[in-house]
């Protein structure tokens, strides 16, 4: 769709945003010193959240353009190694998408050596259980790029990536992937992650361009149906990347208020990185220290690779409350191409101190994934799949839809119902009679899954052929009125989403 520019206009690439890559120029020499900012290491604010009401808290406005949709738009991402422990519940997520991140340095270990074998049977495994494989294409750091690694991460041993030295080399082996894994149905790749944290690029934004330019051709010329997808801002970028539109298209109260509502768990987790900003004054200052220009310098070069067509599909990750939604979907209205797909490889909920209140967190995973798949993305992978305790000490800072073991969590099951409904199903938003959600339908029938945008509670009358109750839960033919407060519902009936809500008063 077209992007809202200031004044009405919608030219080429965004005057604004080629304006903001110059600006960030002088500072990113600043920025590639920073910290990362990646959405690793999150933490509650201990303050209340702040109040998000109106249309605005909602389903509301345009949805994004879809590209050709996953059968099932609800899907999740999990430790290939523990496959056995999640079959049974992943047959649930069937026509779901996933990932596979993938390293250049990991595959061929020695020159001329390459070893397919581990994604192999991956793939293999992901087409069996009928969800489709999109694979992260990184490079690592070793003999192909030259260097010594700065950063490891996890028990994989997972390092920076940095550019290869010989970019022809490259190109063969992004050609022999492609080549490789479309028998598989792979039709997307990814380059790199989250290149606005250095300890998942090493390179500049420039390095970066070249890198996915580079790697678009080779993939286009191995298979004429696949699609070039970006790596991915963090979520952290994403939020700050909301504040400056916001303060650039001359809205300073909105863009502290969405700031406040997008970090309202991480503010003054990483010191200056993300500090309490109450006005526009100290939001620009937070927007100008060095990581956060890097954040955004990151996303500008995205963005032009996007208008330039060198991307075909937008990747967004997004771990945060889901007051935080609605700017990040105006974001993304404004500031992607017409006709650009937008898919959610990440969501989850970054939560470092947590409680254990299994229902509170079923219900946000709900209205966080209803909410982008109602503003139209068409992709939304949970990640993890299942915490895995092994993996990082201290407490489970991302949340699992499973137990580590694969037992089912009331997530999970509410993940579950989710898929079911959406499977096969056109997708509409829900934003009236003081309820918000979405709606799936397929044929005559119509799954609302709702909720109510106040703390007081909306009452579905009885009517014949509607069932509903808590999302996860069986919804069997009940009586009486059915209650939708705060928490989400999923009712099921004949007829369109407009015809199931006619009763309200």
């Known amino acids: 769709m077209n992007r809202v520019r200031r004044g009405g206009a919608t030219p080429g690439p965004s005057a604004r945003r080629i304006g903001r890559r110059a600006l960030l120029a002088g500072v990113l020499a600043v920025a590639l010193l920073a910290g990362a900012a990646c959405s690793d290491d999150p933490a509650p604010d201990p303050r209340p959240a702040p109040s998000v009401t109106g249309p605005s808290a909602g389903a509301s406005g345009t949805p994004l353009p879809a590209g050709a949709p996953v059968r099932n738009p609800f899907g999740a991402h999990w430790d290939f190694s523990r496959h056995d422990q999640f079959v049974p519940y992943l047959e649930k997520l069937s ?15 020695t020159q001329g050596s390459p070893d397919f074998s581990a994604v192999d049977q991956i793939a293999e495994r992901s087409r069996k259980l009928g969800i489709t494989l999109h694979l992260k294409i990184r490079t690592g750091v070793c003999w192909a790029t030259g260097g010594t690694a700065k950063f490891t991460r996890g028990q994989a041993n997972k390092t920076e990536s940095a550019m290869p030295q010989d970019l022809a080399a490259y190109q063969n082996f992004v050609r022999t992937l492609v080549q490789r894994y479309a028998p598989y149905g792979v039709r997307e790749y990814a ?48 939020g700050m990347g909301v504040a400056d539109r916001l303060l650039r298209v001359g809205q300073p109260d909105q863009a ?90 990440e969501v989850g909920q970054f939560w470092k101190d947590g409680g254990d209140d299994a229902a509170g967190r079923g219900d946000e995973m709900v209205k966080v994934v209803s909410m982008l798949v109602a503003g139209g993305v068409r992709e939304v992978l949970w990640l993890p799949l299942a915490y895995n305790p092994n993996n990082r000490a201290g407490a489970e800072v991302r949340y699992g839809l499973l137990d580590p073991d694969g037992t089912q969590r009331q997530a999970g099951a509410m993940m579950a119902a989710l898929a079911a409904a959406a499977r096969d199903a056109t997708v509409e938003p829900v934003n009236a009679k003081g309820l918000t959600g979405v709606a799936f339908r397929r044929g005559a029938e119509s799954t609302l899954v709702v909720w109510s945008t106040s703390t007081g509670t909306v009452s579905l009358p009885a009517t014949g052929g509607v069932t509903g109750g808590p999302v996860g839960a069986d919804p069997a033919a009940r009586a009486g009125t059915l209650p939708i407060g705060p928490s989400p519902v999923l009712v099921r009936a004949t007829g369109t989403p407009d015809a199931v809500l006619a009763p309200i008063r």
Not at 286 to 297: F, I
């Open 191 to 238: 380059i790199e992650n989250e290149v606005n944290a250095q300890q998942y690029w090493a390179g500049s934004p420039e390095d970066y361009r070249r890198l996915v330019t580079a790697a678009a051709e080779a993939i286009r010329g191995a298979d004429p149906q696949a699609k070039v997808v970006d790596s991915g801002m963090s979520s952290v970028a994403y």
């Open 95 to 109: 026509g779901s998408a996933t990932y596979h991140e993938l390293s250049w340095c990991d595959i061929e270990k």
């Open 256 to 345: 502290v208020a969405a700031y406040q509502a997008y970090f309202q768990r991480r503010i003054g987790t990483r010191g200056r990185l993300i500090p309490a900003v109450n006005d526009p004054a100290a939001l620009r200052a937070a927007l100008d220290n060095a990581q956060n220009s890097r954040n955004l310098a990151y996303l500008a070069v995205t963005e032009k690779l996007l208008d330039d067509r060198v991307v075909d599909v937008r990747q967004l990750h997004f771990y945060e409350h889901f007051s935080g939604v609605p700017a990040l979907l105006d974001y993304l209205r404004a500031e992607t191409p017409a006709g650009v797909p937008v898919q959610a490889w």
